[in-house]
C-alpha cells in the first residue's frame, strides 16, 4: 500500500480564496482524522469519520471549515474565504480503529499539505 | 490547562547522550499513551505504544507511565544524529475516544 496520500503537497493562495485539501487513506482503514499542526497550537485534530461518517467536527475551527468523506477512499478539507491565520500544515491520517483493547490501532499519516494564506 | 503538556524544546545533546523525554496531563482517565516521532516535513509515525502504567522497552527506546503522577517519559539511549526529530507523546482516555496529543519537543543529536 502506498500509505496516506494527500494532495496538493504545498498550496499557497491568498486571502479569501476557496481551499481544497484532498486525502486517500490507506485502503482498509475505517477511520479518517484530520489535523492542523502550528507551532503555536501542535497537532490539533480538525474531525474523524468512522466508515465515511462524521463522528467528532468539534475541533473545526468555524463554519469556513467544512469536510466531507464521499466514499471509504477519498476526503476533503474545504476553507472557504481562507483567511492567513488558516497558514498551517494539514495532516489527513488513517487508522483501522481508535485506540483500546489489545489493539493499538495505529493511526498513519499522511506526509501533510503545506497551507500559506497570504 | 491544557489535557497534555509536553516542553516543546528545542532540546540539543551530543551524540551518544542518554535523552529523556517527558509529557504531563490532567486527565486520569487516560490509559492508553503513545510516542510518536516526526522528522522534518514528514507526517508523524508511531513510535511506542503503552497500555496503562509500567515501562515498555524497544531496542535504545525505553517508554514509561506512571499514572499516579499522570507523567510519561521516552528514554533513548546512544542517541544517534538520525534520532533528531520532534517527538508527540499522545493518549487516549478509551477504545471510543480519538488520541489528544502534545505540542511536541524538537531534538536535535550532534555528531
Known amino acids: 500500500d502506498a500509505g496516506v496520500i494527500q494532495s496538493p503537497r504545498h498550496e499557497v493562495t491568498e486571502m479569501g480564496q476557496e481551499v481544497t485539501l484532498r486525502c486517500k487513506p490507506i485502503s482498509g482503514h475505517d477511520y479518517l482524522f484530520w489535523y492542523r499542526q502550528t507551532m503555536m497550537r501542535g497537532l490539533e485534530l480538525l474531525i474523524y469519520f468512522n466508515n465515511n461518517v462524521p463522528i467528532d467536527d468539534s475541533g473545526m475551527p468555524e463554519d469556513r471549515f467544512s469536510a466531507k468523506m464521499p466514499n471509504a477512499s477519498f476526503s476533503t478539507l474545504k476553507i472557504q474565504p481562507s483567511e492567513p491565520r488558516d497558514s498551517a500544515v494539514y495532516f489527513c491520517a488513517s487508522s483501522l480503529g481508535l485506540v483500546g483493547g489489545s489493539h493499538k490501532n495505529e493511526q498513519f499519516f499522511g506526509p501533510g499539505t503545506r497551507l500559506t494564506v497570504l | 490547562q491544557k489535557e497534555v503538556e509536553q516542553d516543546p524544546g528545542p532540546l540539543s545533546v551530543p551524540e551518544g547522550a542518554i535523552v529523556s523525554l517527558n509529557c504531563t496531563y490532567s486527565n486520569s482517565a487516560f490509559q492508553y499513551f503513545m510516542w510518536y516521532r516526526q522528522y522534518s516535513r514528514k507526517g508523524p509515525e508511531l513510535l511506542m505504544y503503552?497500555?496503562?502504567?509500567g515501562n515498555k522497552e524497544d531496542g535504545r527506546f525505553t517508554a514509561q507511565v506512571d499514572k499516579s503522577s499522570k507523567y510519561i517519559s521516552l528514554f533513548i539511549r546512544d542517541s544517534q544524529p538520525s534520532d533528531s526529530a520532534t517527538y508527540l507523546c499522545?493518549?487516549?482516555?478509551?477504545?471510543?475516544?480519538?488520541?489528544?496529543f502534545g505540542k511536541g519537543t524538537r531534538l536535535s543529536v550532534i555528531a
Open positions: 499522545a493518549m487516549s482516555r478509551s477504545g471510543n475516544t480519538p488520541l489528544v
Open positions: 503503552t497500555y496503562s502504567s
